[in-house]
């Protein structure tokens, strides 16, 4: 399913820009971008400091310890695994960033009470010429009751086509089983074994 895609991250970050050529203020050519981290403008004083952008992602586990995954139907990392979630918008809590995108992207209704926080991760997302990097904040939720299964809630669920190719079911009960999954982003992966260790008591809150 993911053969042919890109799967070298670092062809596409070495064509990051993260830079203007111009003050977006004044138009005078001496900006200069600071350690990435900032932007200043020593004609007008334009100073714009690089965010770290919120993103969320829900882990939605059956009884038989499958997870439900997207492949991913855009870039970055096309054709990969990834939890439902995406960025949070402005004015927006994290819970309610979670209900929007599984309503935007499976065709789900969840309750923001339906989300319990496990863990936060950074993580660094490619998008047109532009390195964001994000701080993923990770939630698990139960699968809802009337389902017996992930796969059987893969059925009931119509996801957005624009973002996700198709839908699947992914047993996670070892870390080599999050080792061995082709998943989009490393912090996914870090809150899948973080979230295992919880499930095994291994790892007190
Ligand atoms: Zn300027």
Known sequence: MINGMKTDTETQNSDMQNDFKMCPICGSKKIKNQENRKWICPDCGFDL???????????????????????????PRNGFLAIPGGFIDFDESAEEALCRE?????????DQNDFHYICTFPNTYPYKKIEYKTCD?????????KYNSIDDFIKALKPEQSEVLTLCSKRVATEEDIETLPLAFESSAKALKKYLAMQKGEYKR
């Open 49 to 75: 400091y690089k965010n770290v952008a919120a993103a969320v992602g829900v882990i939605i586990e059956d009884s038989h310890k499958n997870i439900l995954f997207e492949v991913r139907a855009k870039e």
């Open 102 to 110: 599984c309503f935007e992207e499976l065709g789900v209704k969840f």
């Open 137 to 145: 904040i990770f939630f698990k939720a139960e699968l809802p009751k």
